[in-house]
């Protein structure tokens, strides 16, 4: 069964570095997702991307988070100067045109 | 602002009862509804999608919609220690899902 893969699974970094998170959605799929989810609480959504370009975003994705498409099958979250407040479990999902999302595994972000 | 609300739990079911989750979302203009379930250090798990009023049946789950009530819930048929995990209930108008808290399940032997 197709499935969304995410990289690295885990990833500990100082505050103030740069993070990129990468995503491998499902093939066939349209709608690209970054969801966080912070310790203990709820799945938040970041960003929405369509058509190679962001079709939407939350007030939480604010100038230091960017997110690219650069070769047709990875989809990339990039922090550029990471905060302590950006440790969280950051979600990976896409959409066939139904709606529901499929995510992936994770990747958890641990900032010092 | 849009919000879906769940109880947070614990809901503590015995093994073989009829768990039953609810949620309540604040958007109207709301049109499909989903049922994720979420292990510790794991990501949600898609259970259901309705977007009719009504139920709708899947194995042990029956998902139930109300959109005059604004209201979604979740029915566990023949509860099982391996359903314990916590549920999410997410709303969606336009392909971005907004999630609530998630309700923690705990089937006990």
């Known amino acids: 069964e197709p499935e969304v893969t995410q990289t690295p699974s885990h990833q500990v970094t100082q505050m103030g570095q740069e993070v990129i998170l990468r995503c491998v959605p499902i093939s066939n799929h349209l709608y690209f997702y970054w969801y966080r989810q912070i310790l203990g609480q709820k799945v938040e959504f970041l960003v929405s991307f369509y058509n190679n370009e962001i079709s939407e975003k939350s007030e939480i994705f604010d100038d230091q988070f960017s997110v690219e498409r650069p070769d047709g099958s990875n989809f990339t979250l990039k922090i550029r100067s990471t905060k302590l407040e950006d440790s969280a479990m950051y979600f990976c999902?896409?959409?066939?045109?139904?709606?529901?999302?499929?995510f992936g595994e994770g990747s958890r972000l641990t900032v010092l | 602002q849009k919000e879906v609300e769940q109880n947070s739990g614990p809901l503590s079911v015995p093994e073989g009862a009829i768990a039953s989750l609810n949620c309540t979302y604040s958007d109207r203009g709301s049109q499909s509804f989903f049922w994720y379930r979420q292990y510790s250090g794991k990501s949600p798990e898609l259970i259901m999608f309705i977007y009719s009023n009504g139920d709708k049946e899947d194995g042990r789950f029956t998902a139930q919609l109300n959109k005059a009530s604004q209201y979604v819930s979740l029915l566990i048929r023949d509860s099982q220690p391996s359903d314990s995990a916590t549920y999410l209930c997410?709303?969606?108008?336009?392909?971005?899902?907004?999630f609530g808290r998630g309700t923690s399940l705990i089937v006990h032997p």
């Open positions: 997410a709303a969606s108008g336009s392909y971005i899902p907004t």
């Open positions: 999902a896409s959409v066939l045109g139904t709606g529901e999302l499929f």
